[in-house]
Nanobody, 116 residues
Framework: QVPLVESGGGLVQPGGSLRLSCTASGNLHSVNTMGWYRQAPGQGREMVATITNYGTTNYADSVRGRFTVSRNDAGDTVYLQMNILRPEDTAVYYC??????????WGQGTQVTVSS
Protein backbone atom coordinates (compact mmCIF):
# COMPACT_ATOMS: atom_id res chain seq x y z
CA GLN A 1 0.00 0.00 0.00
CA VAL A 2 1.03 3.55 -0.78
CA PRO A 3 -0.27 6.21 1.64
CA LEU A 4 -1.73 9.28 -0.06
CA VAL A 5 -2.22 12.58 1.72
CA GLU A 6 -4.50 15.19 0.17
CA SER A 7 -4.89 18.89 0.79
CA GLY A 8 -6.40 21.98 -0.79
CA GLY A 9 -10.13 21.46 -0.56
CA GLY A 10 -12.49 24.10 0.70
CA LEU A 11 -15.35 26.44 -0.03
CA VAL A 12 -15.23 28.60 -3.13
CA GLN A 13 -17.72 30.76 -5.02
CA PRO A 14 -18.87 29.85 -8.52
CA GLY A 15 -16.28 30.94 -11.03
CA GLY A 16 -13.51 30.68 -8.46
CA SER A 17 -10.48 28.43 -8.28
CA LEU A 18 -8.93 25.84 -6.00
CA ARG A 19 -5.78 23.78 -6.20
CA LEU A 20 -5.65 20.28 -4.78
CA SER A 21 -2.44 18.50 -3.90
CA CYS A 22 -1.72 14.87 -3.11
CA THR A 23 1.58 13.31 -2.11
CA ALA A 24 2.40 9.62 -2.21
CA SER A 25 4.83 8.08 0.26
CA GLY A 26 7.39 5.42 -0.50
CA ASN A 27 8.82 4.00 -3.68
CA LEU A 28 6.49 4.16 -6.67
CA HIS A 29 6.22 1.79 -9.59
CA SER A 30 8.22 2.80 -12.65
CA VAL A 31 4.98 2.94 -14.65
CA ASN A 32 2.04 4.41 -12.84
CA THR A 33 -0.92 6.76 -12.91
CA MET A 34 -1.98 9.33 -10.36
CA GLY A 35 -5.16 11.31 -10.50
CA TRP A 36 -8.36 12.57 -9.01
CA TYR A 37 -11.80 11.07 -8.67
CA ARG A 38 -14.85 12.66 -7.10
CA GLN A 39 -18.13 11.61 -5.60
CA ALA A 40 -21.10 13.88 -5.06
CA PRO A 41 -23.98 12.97 -2.74
CA GLY A 42 -26.16 10.35 -4.39
CA GLN A 43 -23.73 9.96 -7.27
CA GLY A 44 -21.21 7.36 -8.27
CA ARG A 45 -17.48 7.87 -8.20
CA GLU A 46 -16.34 9.77 -11.27
CA MET A 47 -12.90 10.04 -12.81
CA VAL A 48 -11.93 13.70 -12.98
CA ALA A 49 -8.37 13.72 -14.27
CA THR A 50 -5.39 11.38 -14.38
CA ILE A 51 -1.76 11.67 -15.37
CA THR A 52 0.89 9.02 -15.90
CA ASN A 53 4.49 9.38 -14.82
CA TYR A 54 5.22 10.01 -18.50
CA GLY A 55 2.86 13.00 -18.58
CA THR A 56 -0.08 11.54 -20.46
CA THR A 57 -3.33 13.05 -19.19
CA ASN A 58 -7.00 12.17 -19.29
CA TYR A 59 -9.91 14.39 -18.32
CA ALA A 60 -13.60 13.99 -17.79
CA ASP A 61 -15.50 15.87 -20.48
CA SER A 62 -17.18 17.97 -17.80
CA VAL A 63 -13.86 19.43 -16.58
CA ARG A 64 -11.73 19.54 -19.71
CA GLY A 65 -10.63 23.10 -20.35
CA ARG A 66 -11.29 24.15 -16.76
CA PHE A 67 -9.13 21.74 -14.74
CA THR A 68 -5.45 20.93 -15.18
CA VAL A 69 -3.71 17.91 -13.68
CA SER A 70 0.05 17.84 -13.23
CA ARG A 71 2.83 16.09 -11.30
CA ASN A 72 6.05 17.23 -9.76
CA ASP A 73 9.40 16.16 -11.20
CA ALA A 74 9.89 13.49 -8.56
CA GLY A 75 6.54 12.02 -9.55
CA ASP A 76 5.27 11.61 -6.01
CA THR A 77 2.86 14.54 -5.97
CA VAL A 78 -0.17 15.18 -8.16
CA TYR A 79 -1.97 18.51 -8.41
CA LEU A 80 -5.37 19.50 -9.68
CA GLN A 81 -5.81 23.13 -10.62
CA MET A 82 -9.54 23.78 -10.76
CA ASN A 83 -10.73 26.96 -12.46
CA ILE A 84 -14.15 28.35 -13.31
CA LEU A 85 -15.67 26.15 -10.66
CA ARG A 86 -19.36 25.35 -10.85
CA PRO A 87 -21.81 24.23 -8.16
CA GLU A 88 -21.96 20.83 -9.86
CA ASP A 89 -18.24 20.42 -9.11
CA THR A 90 -19.18 20.10 -5.44
CA ALA A 91 -18.01 16.69 -4.26
CA VAL A 92 -15.50 14.82 -2.17
CA TYR A 93 -12.33 14.57 -4.22
CA TYR A 94 -10.17 11.48 -3.81
CA CYS A 95 -6.56 11.16 -4.85
CA UNK A 96 -5.66 7.95 -6.66
CA UNK A 97 -2.41 6.12 -7.30
CA UNK A 98 -2.38 3.09 -9.58
CA UNK A 99 0.80 1.21 -10.37
CA UNK A 100 0.70 -0.58 -13.71
CA UNK A 101 1.13 -3.82 -11.81
CA UNK A 102 -0.76 -3.40 -8.59
CA UNK A 103 -3.96 -2.28 -6.92
CA UNK A 104 -5.47 1.17 -6.60
CA UNK A 105 -4.48 3.34 -3.67
CA TRP A 106 -6.78 6.08 -2.40
CA GLY A 107 -6.38 9.24 -0.42
CA GLN A 108 -8.61 10.19 2.47
CA GLY A 109 -10.75 12.54 0.41
CA THR A 110 -11.08 16.31 0.58
CA GLN A 111 -14.32 18.27 0.36
CA VAL A 112 -14.76 20.81 -2.41
CA THR A 113 -17.85 22.97 -2.11
CA VAL A 114 -18.79 25.50 -4.78
CA SER A 115 -21.50 27.81 -3.52
CA SER A 116 -22.45 31.44 -3.16
Amino acid sequence: QVPLVESGGGLVQPGGSLRLSCTASGNLHSVNTMGWYRQAPGQGREMVATITNYGTTNYADSVRGRFTVSRNDAGDTVYLQMNILRPEDTAVYYCNYKPWTGANNWGQGTQVTVSS
